[in-house]
């Protein structure tokens, strides 16, 4: 038996591709993304009329108000860090800063740093990098938001790894400390 197949022909329509508008994420665009997000989180938890009353609070040094942006600015950063690198397992926040004597001796006048421990499956160079773009990126933002123009770092991170957790060695001693345990931010 012989089959008939029949060829119609169709037109030609000529069709442009163009590339698609994707951008992959930088330091200055997370940093605007994180600090936005912190901003409007720290209104909200102050109950401010608008984030221009959070950013004066802020300017003002009102301990509240960079509280919040700070707790929030942790929490953007553990989320950008993960999102950006899946060698990251988890994030925390280590609270511990100036004491309550530097504070009333004035000593405590430049905005408190951040301090994160990064939990990664193993310590890169590439990590390290976006680390310190962000802390630029974010410490120019942030340091103009609030009138402190050459501020240099807003985030103090310490990178840990598998063998320093296993091992509770440096920093990644303190995931089961007792008495200076960190509070996990994210984890993957």
């Not at 009138?147 to 770092?153: K, W, Y």
């Amino acid at each position: 038996m012989a089959e008939v197949f029949q060829v119609r022909q169709t037109e030609a329509v000529d069709v442009e591709f163009a590339a698609p508008s994707l951008r992959l994420p930088d330091a200055d665009s997370t940093a605007e993304f994180v600090l936005t997000r912190a901003l409007d989180f720290c209104a909200q938890k102050m109950g401010a009329d608008s984030v221009q009353t959070a950013i004066d609070c802020l300017r003002q040094g009102d301990s509240t108000a960079c509280r919040y942006c700070h707790y929030s600015l942790a929490k953007q950063v553990a989320e950008s860090l993960g999102a950006l690198d899946e060698n990251v397992k988890a994030v925390y926040i280590l609270d511990y800063d100036a004491t309550p004597e530097d504070i009333c001796f004035g000593e405590a006048t430049q905005p408190s740093l951040i301090h994160l421990i990064v939990w990664a499956e193993r310590k890169t160079g590439a990590l390290d990098s976006l680390v310190a773009a962000l802390d630029r990126a974010l410490a120019q933002r942030y340091g103009d938001l609030i009138g402190r123009h050459q501020l240099m770092h807003l985030l103090d991170v310490q990178v840990i790894d598998d063998a320093d957790v296993k091992q509770r060695v440096g920093y990644g001693a303190l995931l089961s400390s007792l008495h200076h345990r960190p509070i996990r931010l994210w984890e993957r």
